[in-house]
């Protein structure tokens, strides 16, 4: 391989143009992305980032320099519009092309929306250019009321953000808890009793019927029947895999780019981060993960099996590990979680401080926690030593 074209400038995209230079890698590397802004970090957007204490220049992932330091040729404002695997080109929207004999898809997610009509101060939260809208609208409306449609992460620490500017915040989650697609029930209980302490109102089990206003958003309906007032609203349902440019390559696109345990989707073509689908060998399943630590990782395999090839990639097997901050407590999940599970809790498992440990025929599986960093970093270590051990 002399040319690899890494798409996507985000996480996955930089850590694999990373990877590739620690491996050894000397060839052209070249680095398309659609979004204008250097390479920057998500998280901190619903954090840090929106409740004004940090300002922009924090989030990039690395300064400029660090790209021509590497032999990087970044492409920023560029997006793919299609690729040709075959002949080894990527088509680009402005009509350019540019010609690969390795290809790292790194596209990400784009965050769903409501099928609503577009109004002012309706807003997802998945890009910085989100953020800033948001973080306007939030900054000017203290005491001004925020309907959030969506109780997972990113509703929840947008809450808490929020309330912390002195805004006026329900949540509504058509799920009968919060965090449902991440978390087992007792911490998505635990985490509602936080935030109803901070004054967080929650409308769960119902879903939206329209969002109105005229111009501006002014209010959003419930399938109850009942009304909420709204200045602004963030619409946080989740993430679908951006795909759409790769129509007609050839690959294999279901819920992502479908890829096998080494993280190829074709011979000459690897996919990583939270547009990746890959076959994980320790569950038998496709899984896709939409976590920062797993944008890290996989791009590092991903990156290291590229130059390797298909027969002598190794398999991308994760112990998934997920964050998140909130009232100034840490959030953390680490391995599988189910209802199902036994569970053994340390600390009170009905206050914000507690790690549960979940275990599945005995043997450690999973592991949540809040607050108490140190023990949840201990469990966490146990449970990746166990799966090591059994050779996952
Ligand atoms: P992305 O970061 O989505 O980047 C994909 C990039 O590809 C984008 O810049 C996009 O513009 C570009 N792109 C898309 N299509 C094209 C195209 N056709 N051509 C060129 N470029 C294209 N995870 C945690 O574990 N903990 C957290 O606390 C946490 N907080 C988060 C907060 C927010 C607000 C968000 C949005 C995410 C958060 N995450 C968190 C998730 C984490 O940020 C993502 O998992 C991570 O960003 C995934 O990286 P990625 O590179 O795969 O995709």
Known sequence: ????????????????????????????????????????????LSKQYLTGDWSADRLPLRPRSHYDDLGVDLRLGTAAAGADLQAGRLDLADGGEVAFDGLVVATGATARTLPVEALAGVTVLRTLDDAADLRRSLLRRDGGRLVIIGGGFIGLEVAAAARSLGVHVTVVEAADRLLARVADRRAGETMQALHREHGVEFRLGVGVSGVRGSGRVESVHLTDGSTLVADAVVVGIGATPAVEWLAGSGLRLDDGVVCDSGCFAAPRVVAAGDVARWYDTRSGR?????????????????????????????????????????????????????????????????????????????????????????????????LVAEHETIGA
């Open 286 to 382: 496709l899984i896709r993960h939409e976590h920062w630590t797993n944008a890290t990782e996989q791009a590092r395999r991903a990156a290291a099996n590229l130059l390797n090839g298909p027969d002598g990639a190794l398999p991308y097997v994760p112990v998934p590990y997920v964050w998140s901050d909130q009232y100034g407590l840490r959030f953390q999940t680490a391995g599988e979680l189910s209802d199902s599970a036994e569970r053994r809790w340390e600390g009170n498992p009905a206050s914000p401080r507690f790690v549960t440990r979940h275990l599945t025929d005995g043997r450690l599986t999973g592991v949540v926690g809040m607050g108490m960093n140190r023990e949840f970093i201990a469990r966490r270590r146990q």
């Open 1 to 44: 391989i002399r040319r690899v074209v890494v798409v996507g400038a985000s996480l996955a995209g930089v850590r694999a143009t990373e990877s590739l230079r620690a491996e050894g890698f000397d060839g052209d590397i070249v680095l398309v992305g659609a979004e204008r802004h250097l390479p920057y970090d998500r998280p901190p």
